[in-house]
Structures are given as structure tokens and as C-alpha cells.
């Protein structure tokens, strides 16, 4: 079955480091994938996404790139603010058209910027 | 646009008791409202899949007699947990996803939307 393994956190950075969060992924065919961010009181929000490979996500100074050849899509951004403090969810789900879209998602990463 | 609420966002209740837990979509229909379990630094379970109209889709080893799913309109679906025992304490979330016609109006019909959760406690 679809699984998705995520670097676990949490993860502390200070304001205007670089930031990595890895996150690999197994599943059968060519599954979309997605990173999800879910602010402190607040429902998750959709972050970025990538439905083939080579695709760039991007989004708000984040981007992740769909790597079929080594099953990745990590999370990066170049200066982080710490309005960035959430926690970050990596999933993917079946194509569009395959029906019954079910999300997978990893663990979540807390991300903490210290000003 | 697209919100989701979630009602109660935190219940106390005690062992044996039944509990509702309500989720809206407030600014738009959804055809599918998922909903989700999260256990303390675990990912997000998906309990099932709720179609407006029809019987929910349970994932395996959810009990659908504990975890009573009804989605009577296309802006609401409910979670009941019924005989709560401690081990049923955990975070809820719920999703919807926007009904396809509704992809003109900026919204992705590939989309969930998701609820700000709720919180069970049984004691």
C-alpha cells in the first residue's frame, strides 16, 4: 500500500536559515503529492502540490520537486520567517481520475523559527 | 473562501458515552467529507469516506458501528463515537472536498479542505 516517511522533528532554525524537510514515498504508479501546513488553533492548509514527475511545487518561498527516480519530495525554503512556525505535512494520493483521491500522510514535522 | 468548521473543538466526556462531532462546510457543497484520526505525533488516519446521500466507506479495522458516520446534506457530515472508552480519546479532523462544478469558482474539485479538528477526551 501507499506510505509516506517523513523526517521527523521537531525541527528549531533560526530566522533566515535554510530549511529541508525530507519526505519519501511509496506507492504504486504515479501518485500527486503534496506538503500540507497546519498553523498553531488551525485546519490544515494546502501548501503546494505536484501531480507528475520533474513537477516544482512552489508556494510562499517553499518548493519541492516530484523525484519519481529516488521516490522524494522535500520541503525547502531559502530564508525562513518565524511566521513560518507550523507543522508540516507531507501526503500523496492516487491520481486524478483513478477515483476515491484518499490521502497518505507522513508523520508531520513541527518547525519552530526563533527570531 | 473554502472553510471548514469543526464542532466541538474539544469534549470531555465519560466512559461509555456517546459523542457528535459535527463538520461544516460553510462557503461551499461537498459532495465527499473525509475524516481523520491523529494520534499524538502520528500521521493522520483516515477513518472514512462520507458521501452525501449514500453509506460511509470505513477503512479497514474501523469499527462502523463504534464510529457512526452520517452525511445528510451537502454541507454537513457527522462522527459519532459511540460507548467512548478512554483508548477512543485522540484528535479528530474532518475534510471536504468541493462538489466538480463548483472548479470554476477557484476551487479545485481535487482539493480536501480541512476542518481545525477536535479534540476527545474520555475519561
Known amino acids: 500500500g501507499n506510505s509516506v516517511t517523513q523526517m521527523e522533528g521537531p525541527v528549531t532554525l533560526s530566522e533566515e536559515a535554510f530549511l529541508t524537510i525530507n519526505c519519501t514515498y511509496t506507492a504504486t504508479g504515479y501518485p500527486s503529492l503534496f506538503w500540507y501546513v497546519q498553523y498553531p488553533g488551525e485546519g490544515l492548509q494546502l501548501l503546494l502540490k505536484a501531480t507528475k514527475a520533474d513537477d516544482k511545487g ?13 521516490t522524494s519530495f522535500h520541503l525547502e525554503k531559502g530564508s525562513v520567517q518565524v511566521s513560518d512556525s507550523a507543522v508540516y505535512f507531507c501526503a500523496l494520493s492516487n491520481p486524478v481520475g483513478f477515483g476515491n483521491e484518499k490521502l497518505t500522510f507522513g508523520t508531520g514535522t513541527r518547525l519552530t523559527i526563533i527570531p | 473562501g473554502a472553510v471548514v468548521s469543526q ?18 462546510s460553510l462557503d461551499f457543497q461537498a459532495t465527499t467529507m473525509f475524516w481523520y484520526r491523529q494520534f499524538p505525533k502520528k500521521s493522520l488516519m483516515l477513518m472514512a469516506t462520507s458521501n452525501e446521500g449514500s453509506k460511509a466507506t470505513y477503512e479497514q479495522g474501523v469499527e462502523k458501528d463504534k464510529f457512526l458516520i452520517n452525511h445528510a446534506s451537502l454541507t454537513l457530515s457527522t462522527l459519532t463515537v459511540t460507548s467512548a472508552h478512554p483508548e477512543d480519546s485522540s484528535f479528530y ?4 472536498r468541493p462538489r466538480a462544478r463548483l472548479a470554476g469558482a477557484g476551487l479545485s474539485y481535487n482539493e480536501q479542505f480541512f476542518g481545525p479538528g477536535t479534540r476527545l477526551t474520555v475519561l
Open chain 1, 58 to 70: 512552489s508556494n510562499k518561498g517553499f518548493e519541492a520537486t516530484y523525484r519519481k527516480e529516488t
Open chain 2, 7 to 24: 464542532h466541538p473543538s474539544r469534549v470531555i466526556c465519560k466512559s461509555g458515552t456517546s459523542v457528535k462531532i459535527e463538520c461544516r
Open chain 2, 93 to 96: 479532523i474532518c475534510s471536504a
